[in-house]
């Protein structure tokens, strides 16, 4: 069983064009994250839902668009994908707990490559 | 703001050694939690071990420690009798232990390769 699945694993797309990331986690956890990993292999937050609801934009451009239908769920849309979009996304999941450790599972990534 | 500092970029042992990876870390929040994350060359990332900032004992799992010096900001990840399949990126990460944000902020990382 899967704990966190990103669809697709990789995407490569022309510049200007708009695609989407699904992620989906069968934990039970009630927040979610979107990553961004790049070519130097830093990671870096960009967004968090608990509960369906938005609780974190790292000063991402708002073209991306995360989109919670529901506690399980939590998609990435793009819209008009510049070059520097390319990278790894990654999408995470975790119990949060005021107080209490809480380890962040990660999906396996969808490699994005804009062209 | 939080912030993680990895000063190796690579690292090399021989296998069946021990290995020591540097992280440390800055904030003024005194309600924390420390991670260690490895990314190998398929790229998924995989929890290997934490430290909360109260735990009293330094954390352990396996061929895994974590040597937490809280009074100096590190907390250094120990990889004892060193495989071949530990070759692989090492990200120490860290959030906060309160508040609705558990966003994790992680350090460079450090590329350990394993020699036979």
């Known amino acids: 069983d899967t704990a966190v699945s990103q669809t697709p694993k990789y995407l490569v797309t022309q510049m200007g064009n708009d695609k989407s990331i699904k992620c989906e986690q069968n934990l039970g956890h009630d927040t979610m994250y979107w990553y961004k990993q790049d070519s130097k292999k830093f990671l870096k937050i960009m967004f968090s839902?608990?509960?369906?609801?938005?609780?974190i934009n790292e000063t991402v451009p708002n073209r991306f668009s995360p989109k919670s239908p529901d506690k399980a769920h939590l998609n990435l849309h793009i819209n008009s994908l510049e070059l520097g979009d390319s990278a790894v996304y990654f999408c995470a999941s975790s119990q949060d707990s005021v107080g209490y450790y809480n380890e962040q599972f990660f999906g396996p990534g969808t490699r994005l490559t804009v062209l | 703001a939080q912030k993680i500092t990895q000063t190796q970029p690579g690292m090399f042992v021989q296998e069946k050694e021990a290995v020591t990876l540097d992280c440390t870390y800055d904030?003024?929040?005194?309600?924390?939690?420390l991670f260690w994350y490895k990314q190998p060359s398929s790229g998924e990332m995989i929890f290997l071990i934490y430290q909360g900032s109260y735990d009293q004992q330094n954390a352990t799992e396996g061929r895994y420690s974590l040597n937490f010096q809280k009074a100096r900001k590190s907390a250094n990840l120990v990889i004892s009798a060193s495989q071949l399949g530990d070759s692989a990126m090492y990200f120490c990460?860290?959030?906060?232990?309160?508040?609705?944000?558990?966003?994790?902020?992680f350090g460079k990382g450090t590329l350990l390769t394993v020699n036979p």
């Open positions: 990460a860290m959030n906060l232990l309160r508040g609705s944000n558990y966003k994790l902020t």
């Open positions: 839902y608990n509960n369906k609801e938005l609780i």
């Open positions: 904030t003024s929040d005194p309600s924390y939690g």
